[in-house]
């Protein structure tokens, strides 16, 4: 439409209705101008005046502020954009007061503010996703929060338990070594009072000899009780120990949920277990069997040890999987445990040359190989060993869960 309007000479802005210049000037679809009060009482029974196309004020509406689209100075259209001054111009004020100022069509203008606009709008859309995505972050770690306070409350609560008993215990135990070393001494005080009253007994001239027999012969034996002393537990140092170590279950909790992020889903591999190991069906379990399976005697298959190799491999990252029961080395190595260990949580960085056991149940260190480098494919390694009455249960390889119950070991 501001096409056909920029086509129109400016002596033809004359309405044809007044046959004056344009007041408050509308166009109709056929492109005729007029004033908008000359031509709003016809919108609906009167054809164009010029040339006969019928009109209705659906079709005028878009055309009631043709005004806002001339200048109002020159009456010409507004199809020009003046970059210097940021606003809209006609060619009449490109060569007046715009004259040396950079202009580009209203049209390449308007192309690069929706280009702009839809940048922007591209811009938020990505800004509201990071900030969904913190929200969600941050939802995530209340719930964290919330399920970490749980767990520390519990673990407080366990160990206020532990320690309200081990005051009591130290409490007996010592009792017990007071009242000991009391009916030591009550005893001996009876003996030297009978030994006393023994003497006074022979004190007389006439028993004088019995009494230097008597008083030369031994005395009963006697402890130096200077150096006997009952020793006391002080309840701040046992509190103390108990904080600590309540401190340090907490940092390996903590530890342990960063490293489980890590985990990864862990079968049997059928080709590689011993001819007499029976995996299940889900390849989650092994134990040992009396009778040798049906297998083919593959290069990869252990014999004569009853081990079995992982299916999934790993070159490269952190990984980490959980085992009912316990993990060996070659050559053994002796390790002095608070707690004897149900679960065994098995995290590797491949990069970070690191293999680490835990106590999954105490969320502590077992045993850790460090400053190795890996150079190929890793692959777990599991070993049931032979059938025993102490060795009858299965291995189970454990899905992991983020909320395993942490089993306080405090030891005073």
Request: hydrophobic share 35%.
């Amino acid at each position: 439409m501001s096409a056909a309007i920029s086509q129109i000479p400016g002596l033809h802005f004359l309405c044809s209705i007044c046959l004056k210049v344009l007041t408050d000037p509308v166009s109709t679809p056929c492109g005729h101008n007029f004033c908008k009060l000359c031509i709003s009482p016809r919108w609906d029974t009167s054809p164009c005046l010029d040339c006969g196309i019928s009109y209705c004020e659906i079709h005028l509406e878009r055309e009631l502020n043709l005004e806002t689209k001339m200048c109002l100075k020159h009456s010409e259209p507004l199809d020009m954009f003046c970059k210097t001054d940021q606003t809209c111009v006609c060619s009449t004020c490109c060569d007046s007061e715009h004259s040396g100022h950079v202009f580009v069509s209203l049209e390449k203008e308007s192309g690069e503010r929706v280009e702009e606009l839809q940048q922007m709008i591209q811009e938020r859309q990505e800004y509201k996703k990071e900030i969904m995505k913190l929200m969600n972050t941050a939802d995530s770690q209340k719930g964290e929060g919330v399920e970490l306070s749980t767990a520390v409350n519990e673990l407080v609560q366990r160990c206020l338990t532990m320690l309200t008993e081990t005051v009591k215990e130290q409490q007996i135990s010592k009792k017990g070594e007071a009242d000991a070393v009391i009916k030591e001494l009550v005893d001996e005080y009876f003996e030297l009072m009978k030994r006393k009253y023994e003497a006074e007994q022979l004190f007389r001239p006439e028993d004088r000899f019995q009494l230097f027999q008597h008083v030369h012969s031994p005395l009963p034996a006697t402890k130096d009780y200077t150096e006997v002393i009952v020793h006391l537990s002080s309840y701040e140092e046992t509190a103390l120990t108990v904080a600590a170590q309540m401190k340090d279950q907490i940092r390996d909790k903590l530890k342990m949920k960063r490293m489980k992020q890590f985990a990864v889903d862990v079968t049997f591999d059928p080709l590689t277990a011993y001819n007499k190991l029976n995996l299940s069906d889900d390849r989650k379990q092994v134990h040992m069997s009396d009778v040798k399976n049906n297998v083919p005697d593959n290069p990869e298959r252990f014999y004569p040890c009853a081990n079995v190799l992982g299916k999934q491999s790993f070159s490269s990252g952190k990984f980490y999987y959980e085992v009912l029961y316990v993990a060996c080395e070659n050559p053994s190595i002796i390790l002095h445990l608070k707690c004897v260990p149900k679960k065994v949580g098995v995290f590797v960085d491949y990069e970070g040359g690191v293999i680490s056991f835990y106590d999954v149940g105490a969320a502590a260190l077992i045993y850790s190989f460090t400053n190795c480098s890996f150079t190929y494919k890793l692959r777990p390694f599991f070993s049931p060993c032979l059938k025993n009455d102490n060795n009858a249960a299965p291995l189970i390889i454990c899905p992991v869960s983020q909320s395993d119950e942490v089993k306080p070991c405090v030891h005073i």
